[in-house]
């Protein structure tokens, strides 16, 4: 079980980014797949996650009506498109996996502590 997180750069205020989340080793149908971000010197946060069962999403306040999650089915995985970029969004992102059954969106759907598998991150530094 296996996910890479790719798509990370270097962008201007304003600008756009699309990071992605593939897996490997396992099929992402039963699954819930979170991203979240890691500022320097801040505490993890979640950003926006999806179910795979039923396609549902969560966003983060910060994230609402700027970020967009979505699938991509051929390629197993799951996008995250990254509108209007601020330099506060600034950090390592990272994709996580959590085994649902089937049941949709958690409770709580960006409890870090509920997601089992987790990629190694992209860095996304945006400047003002």
């Known amino acids: 079980v296996q996910l890479v997180e790719s798509g990370g750069a270097l962008v201007q205020a304003g600008g756009s980014l699309r990071l992605s989340c593939a897996a490997s080793?396992?099929?992402?149908?039963?699954?819930?797949i979170g991203w979240f971000r890691q500022a320097p010197g801040k505490e993890r946060e979640g950003v926006s996650c999806?179910?795979?069962?039923?396609?549902?999403?969560y966003d983060a306040d910060f994230a609402k009506g700027r970020f967009t999650i979505s699938i991509d089915s051929a390629k197993n995985a799951v996008t995250l498109q990254m509108n209007n970029l601020r330099p506060e969004d600034t950090a390592i992102y990272y994709c996580?996996?959590?085994?649902?059954?089937?049941?949709?969106?958690?409770?709580?759907?960006?409890?870090?502590?509920?997601?089992?598998?987790w990629g190694q991150g992209t860095p996304v530094t945006v400047s003002s």
């Open positions: 996580a996996a959590v085994l649902t059954y089937g049941l949709g969106l958690l409770r709580d759907p960006l409890r870090a502590s509920d997601y089992e598998y």
């Open positions: 080793g396992f099929n992402l149908d039963n699954y819930n």
């Open positions: 999806i179910s795979l069962t039923d396609t549902s999403t």
